[in-house]
């Protein structure tokens, strides 16, 4: 499996995200006030074409950042031990995704 990497405390500090991959899983982490949100999902389609499998709050501290790295390896060992889809499932999953996505576009709208 490629390495689960995280950048140090500060980059989040300073207001930055980070989005990356580990094998198939690809995460993404985003600072919210005190706290680093992270989401995980299974590859290979960005984030505005894929479906989260679990978004999770980490203090952002120093131990707040370890956490998150070992709830990153876990999500990567989980994802990666996943059989490979074929094109066709791919595909598919994108497609449901986007679909998901509109739909929840257009009842905002409808608010």
């Known amino acids: 499996m490629e390495a689960f990497f995280?950048?140090?405390?500060?980059?989040?500090q300073n207001e930055n995200f980070w989005t990356a991959s580990a094998g198939r899983m690809r995460y993404q982490v985003t600072p919210e006030e005190e706290n680093l949100a992270a989401e995980v999902w299974e590859g290979p389609?960005?984030?505005?074409?894929?479906?989260?499998e679990e978004k999770r709050y980490f203090p952002m501290t120093a131990q707040g950042l370890?956490?998150?790295r070992a709830w990153g390896i876990?999500?990567?060992?989980q994802i990666n031990a996943r059989p490979?889809?074929?094109l066709?499932?791919?595909l598919a999953m994108r497609a449901a995704a986007l679909?998901?996505?509109q739909a929840a576009q257009a009842a905002e709208e409808q608010e």
Do not use: I, N, Q
Request: glycine letters at 4%.
């Open 99 to 101: 679909e998901r996505k």
């Open 6 to 12: 995280l950048p140090v405390l500060s980059h989040f």
């Open 74 to 77: 876990a999500w990567a060992e």
């Open 84 to 86: 490979p889809r074929t």
């Open 88 to 90: 066709e499932e791919t």
């Open 45 to 52: 389609w960005g984030y505005a074409f894929s479906t989260v």
């Open 66 to 68: 370890e956490e998150l």
